[in-house]
């Protein structure tokens, strides 16, 4: 298991929840482990190409993963971060 943290612009698919754990080797397999809990998270974080979104950033632990076939390990933190933009 990995611990997640969630932004805040995405809470509202973990019904409120900011921090919540889920299953898989790979950034994508915990992505893949959150989505069928949370329908709808994982389009919002990975792109129809696997890519992650150029607005969102990935990191594990303090590593930012570019690619969704990052390896994770037990104990894990993966960190969601969406960017802030405006004028």
């Given amino acids: 298991m990995v611990a997640v943290l969630i932004p805040s612009q995405l809470i509202a698919y973990t019904d409120g929840a900011t921090r ?14 959150l989505d069928r809990r949370y329908p709808g998270l994982k389009f919002r974080v990975i792109d129809e190409q696997d890519r992650i979104r150029r607005h969102m950033r990935i990191f594990v632990g303090l590593d930012e993963a570019r690619d969704v076939r990052r390896a994770l390990a037990p104990g894990d ?11």
């Fill in 20 to 33: 919540v754990e889920a299953c898989g080797a790979t950034v994508e397999a915990a992505l893949d482990d």
């Fill in 77 to 87: 933190e993966l960190m969601i971060f969406g960017a802030l933009s405006g004028g």
